[in-house]
Nanobody
Framework: QRQILESGGGSVQAGGSLRLSCSIS????????IYWYRQAPGKQRELVAH???????NYSDSVKGRFTISRDDAKSTVYLQTNSLKPDDTGVYYC??????WGQGTQVTVSS
């Protein structure tokens, strides 16, 4: 049963932008935190950003100032706007909600 569906990934050149979407099959207002993770080839999954139920946000140092996480409770969707992309941002991006199954992720590839 798919509970999380990520989309919006793609291939871009360095400096480009992508808007990732995470559609959740539950009312997201009930969740205290929702997270975006990413996993680069051969590396462990790392936390990129999270957003709280009241809209508070937090980012890893590697993406601070370039990525923006937001939420639309009416659409049960969380977004990750990624700007000024770098080759090091390449990886599979996952949305995570505690208590729900992980989604399949969406691939982001940034070329130099």
């Amino acid at each position: 049963q798919r509970q999380i569906l990520e989309s919006g990934g793609g291939s871009v050149q360095a400096g480009g932008s992508l808007r990732l979407s995470c559609s959740i099959s539950r009312e997201i207002s009930r969740f205290k935190f929702i997270y975006w993770y990413r996993q680069a080839p051969g590396k462990q999954r790392e936390l990129v950003a999270h957003i709280s139920h009241d809209g508070g946000t937090n980012y890893s140092d590697s993406v601070k100032g370039r990525f923006t996480i937001s939420r639309d409770d009416a659409k049960s969707t969380v977004y990750l706007q990624t700007n000024s992309l770098k080759p090091d941002d390449t990886g599979v991006y996952y949305c995570y909600v505690p208590g729900l199954n992980w989604g399949q992720g969406t691939q982001v590839t940034v070329s130099s």
